[in-house]
C-alpha cells in the first residue's frame, strides 16, 4: 500500500531545485486509522532492465545485506551511528563490510559528526541510527545542513511496515517531520527498491544545491529477501539541476563588470559547494574587484590576498560590510542574501546593481531583485564569465577604480579589529588574545571548527583561513553543540590534517560527551574552550540592548570541573588563565597526537564581540569597537 509522507498536510518547499513535489505521480495518498499518513514516492519498478550488465546470476540478500552493499557501492568508507531495535538488522551486516563504523554517545553526534567529514572531503557524510527518539535525534543535524547545504545521507530504522500507524514502541513519522529540513526522503516499503533508493539518495544529496537526504528503513523491510543488483544510472524525471549559465547573461554581467567604478565580490558558501576557489581568484585577480567571504565561505578566498576584505555581516569588520553598503554592483556568487548579512533588507547596499549567480533558482530575487540572474554551478559561471571579461579586453578594459581601492585601505586602516590584552598581575585573559596565538602556532593548513556564539565570532575575525575547506562551522541554523561531533568527523575525513574546534563554555556542554567518542575510537583532536562563565552572546546582546538585565546566563566557570571532565572521558586536559601560559598549553597539546585534548581557556567574561550590526538595523548603523571613538558608532 502507497501511502503519502505526510502525518498532516504538505508544507511548500522552499527550494525549487528539488522538492518532494517532484515526484507527484508516485506520491499517493491514503489515510489510516487514526488520520495517519505515511508515503512512498513510487510504486515497485520492474528491477530487470537495472542490472549490472553481465550479473547473468541472481544473487539473493537480505534488504539489510542490500542496504550495507548499496553503501559500500556508493564507496562509502565510514558511517557514524548508534544501534538500537528497529535498525538491528541492518546493523548485522556491518560486521562483514569494508565500511567503518563510528559508535557515537548521541544520535545529534552522529550527524553532525558526517556533516563535519562533508565539510572537509566534499563527499556525502553518512549517519546511521534506528527509529523513534534516534530518528528525532537527528533532526537538528538534518536541519543544519539544509541551511548549509551540506551533503549527508542519514539511514532510520522504523517499526515493522505492519505495525506503521499503530502507536507502536519507537515508532515516529520519520519522513513526515524530516521532510520540511531534508532535499528529499524514502520510506522504503519494499527490500528490492533499496539499491535504487540508496542510488537516488546520493545521487540527489550530492548534485545542484548539496543538501541531507534521508532513507528510512522499516525492520521487515530490513529482513526481507530480494535480487540484488546495482543500477547502471539514475532516472529523475523530475531533477535536473541546471548547471551552465545563459550565454546571454553572463555576457551582460561582463558588461556590467566594465562599467563599475565601485565593485564588491560577494561570495558565499556556494563557491566552496562547486570547488570554486580557483575560479574565484583568477576572476578576482582579473579584474581587481575586491572579494569578501561570508562566514560560510571563509577560506575560499585567501585571508592574506591584497583584494581580501573579509568576513561582511552583523560581525563582520568595517570595511567589507561598508563596503557593501557603498558599492555601486554587487556580484554574488553562490550567496543567499542571509539577514546577518544584509542587515535591514530595505537599506541594504542601496545603490549597487546586482549580478546574482546560484545554482538554486529559488534563491534568485528571494530577498533581493537581481539586474543579472544567472542559475548555474558556479565554477562554471565565473570561469565563463572569466571568459568574457577577456572577450571584452580583459584587465585593460576595466575602469579607473584608484578612488575606490584608496577608500578602501582608508577604512581598513582607521577601522581595524581591536582588543588590548594586559600581561600585568591580574589582567584578564583576552580571547583574542588565545586565538591569535592559536593561529600563529598551528599548521597552515590547520581544520578549525567552531561552536556557536562569541568564539565563534571571534575564530572567523581572527583566524587567517588562506585555503578552502579549513574553516568548519554551522552558519545558517546556528547551532550550539556543532564543533565538538563536527571536529570528530572532520577529523575522521582528514586523519592526516591536525584539527582543532574552538567552543565556549555552553556550547561544549551540549555535546562534550562525543569526546568518549573520539577517546575510544583513537580520533585525537583538540578542543579550546573559550570558558567566560556565561552564555556570552546572549550576555552581550543582554548588556548593549536589555540595559544590563543579565537573565539566566551565568554558568560558572567552575562547574563543572572541565580539566576533570576531559581526564574521565580519556581526553588529556588542561587550564590556562593567565596570558604567559596560553602558548606552553598550545605547544603541548600540538604533541599530543593519540588521544583528544581539551584546554580550558579562562577569559574575560566582559569582552564584546565588535563591529556590530545589531539585528533588524541598517549596516549604515554599524556599531565599532569603542575604542574607534564616538561611543563605539
Not at 520492474?46 to 534488504?63: F, I
Not at 570595511?319 to 554574488?332: F, G, K, N, P, S
Not at 575547506?469 to 591536525?498: C, E, Q
Not at 569526546?515 to 579550546?528: F, M
Request: hydrophobic content about 40%.
Amino acid at each position: 500500500m502507497r501511502h503519502c509522507a505526510h502525518r498532516a498536510r504538505h508544507h511548500p518547499h522552499p527550494r525549487s531545485h528539488l522538492t518532494h513535489a517532484a515526484f507527484p505521480a508516485a506520491c499517493v495518498t491514503t489515510s489510516q486509522p487514526g488520520g495517519r499518513f505515511r508515503s512512498r514516492l513510487r510504486p515497485p519498478r520492474d528491477h530487470s532492465d537495472q542490472r549490472t550488465q553481465g550479473s547473468a546470476e541472481t544473487m539473493k540478500l537480505t534488504g539489510a545485506q542490500a542496504l550495507i552493499k548499496s553503501l559500500e557501492m556508493e564507496g562509502v568508507e565510514v558511517m557514524f551511528g548508534l544501534p538500537g531495535g528497529a535498525i538491528l538488522p541492518v546493523y548485522d551486516p556491518i560486521i562483514d563490510s569494508t565500511i567503518r563504523h563510528v559508535l557515537v554517545r548521541h544520535e545529534q553526534g552522529a550527524g553532525h559528526m558526517a556533516e563535519g567529514y562533508a565539510h572537509v572531503t566534499g563527499r556525502p557524510g553518512v549517519a546511521i541510527v534506528t527509529s523513534g527518539p534516534a530518528a528525532t535525534n537527528i533532526v537538528t543535524p538534518l536541519c543544519d545542513a539544509y541551511m548549509d547545504s551540506i551533503p549527508m545521507v542519514v539511514v532510520t530504522g522504523q517499526v515493522p511496515s505492519t505495525n506503521i500507524g499503530s502507536d507502536a514502541f519507537q515508532e515516529c513519522d520519520t519522513t513526515g517531520i524530516t521532510m520540511s529540513v531534508t532535499k528529499h526522503n524514502w520510506l522504503v516499503m519494499d527490500a528490492q527498491d533499496i539499491p535504487r533508493i540508496v542510488r537516488e539518495a546520493f545521487h540527489i544529496a550530492t548534485t545542484g544545491r548539496p543538501g541531507p537526504v534521508l532513507i528510512d528503513v522499516p525492520k521487515d523491510v530490513s529482513m526481507q529477501t530480494m535480487d540484488w543488483y546495482w543500477p547502471e544510472g539514475v532516472d529523475l524525471p523530475g531533477y535536473k539541476p541546471t548547471t551552465i549559465g545563459h550565454p546571454r547573461m553572463i555576457k551582460e554581467a561582463a558588461r556590467l563588470v566594465g562599467e563599475s567604478r565601485r565593485p564588491v565580490i560577494y561570495a558565499g558558501g556556494g563557491i566552496l559547494k562547486a570547488r570554486a576557489a580557483e575560479a574565484l581568484k583568477a576572476f578576482a585577480e582579473l579584474t581587481g574587484i575586491p572579494v569578501v567571504t561570508t562566514l560560510m565561505a571563509r577560506g575560499a578566498f585567501p585571508d592574506r590576498h591584497p583584494l581580501c576584505l573579509g568576513m561582511p555581516g552583523m560581525h563582520g569588520n568595517y570595511t567589507a560590510v561598508t563596503a557593501m553598503q557603498r558599492a555601486d554592483l554587487l556580484i554574488a556568487l553562490g550567496s543567499r542574501f542571509d539577514d546577518r548579512v544584509t542587515g535591514k533588507v530595505s537599506g541594504f547596499a542601496p545603490d549597487a546593481r546586482i549580478i546574482h549567480v546560484d545554482i538554486d533558482p529559488a534563491e534568485l530575487g528571494k530577498v533581493r531583485r537581481p539586474d543579472v540572474p544567472i542559475v548555474g554551478d558556479c565554477r562554471r559561471v565565473v570561469e565563463e564569465l572569466v571568459k568574457a571579461v577577456e572577450a571584452l579586453g580583459g584587465a585593460a578594459s576595466q575602469p579607473d577604480r584608484t578612488e575606490w581601492t584608496t577608500q578602501l585601505r582608508q577604512w581598513q586602516e582607521q577601522y581595524p579589529l581591536h582588543y588590548e590584552q594586559s600581561f600585568d598581575e591580574g589582567g584578564a585573559l583576552k580571547p583574542q588574545y588565545v586565538l591569535e596565538q592559536l593561529r600563529d602556532n598551528t599548521p597552515d593548513d590547520c581544520i578549525v571548527v567552531s561552536g556557536v556564539g562569541q568564539h565563534q565570532m571571534w575564530t572567523s575575525q581572527y583566524w587567517k583561513f588562506d585555503h578552502p575547506y579549513t574553516w568548519v562551522n554551522s552558519g545558517g541554523l546556528g547551532t550550539m553543540g556543532f564543533a565538538v561531533p563536527a571536529a570528530i568527523g572532520a577529523k575522521v575525513g582528514m586523519p592526516d590534517r591536525m584539527v582543532w574546534a574552538v567552543d565556549g563554555d555552553g556550547c561544549f556542554q551540549m555535546t562534550a560527551q562525543e569526546l568518549v567518542t573520539a577517546a575510544a575510537e583513537r580520533i585525537p583532536v583538540k578542543v579550546a574552550i573559550l570558558n567566560n562563565a556565561y552564555l556570552g552572546m546572549v550576555r552581550q546582546w543582554q548588556e548593549m540592548f536589555y540595559e544590563e538585565r543579565y537573565s539566566e546566563v551565568y554558568l560558572s566557570p567552575d562547574l563543572p570541573d572541565y580539566v576533570k571532565w576531559a581526564e574521565a572521558m580519556g581526553c588529556v586536559g588542561l587550564r590556562v588563565e593567565h596570558p604567559e601560559d596560553v602558548l606552553p598549553a598550545i605547544e603541548k597539546a600540538n604533541s599530543i597526537d593519540d588521544r583528544p585534548v581539551v584546554i580550558d581557556f579562562r577569559t574575560d567574561s566582559s569582552e564584546k564581540v565588535y563591529p556590530m550590526v545589531a539585528a533588524g538595523t541598517s549596516n549604515d548603523e554599524i556599531i565599532v569597537d569603542p575604542a574607534h571613538g564616538e561611543g563605539g558608532r
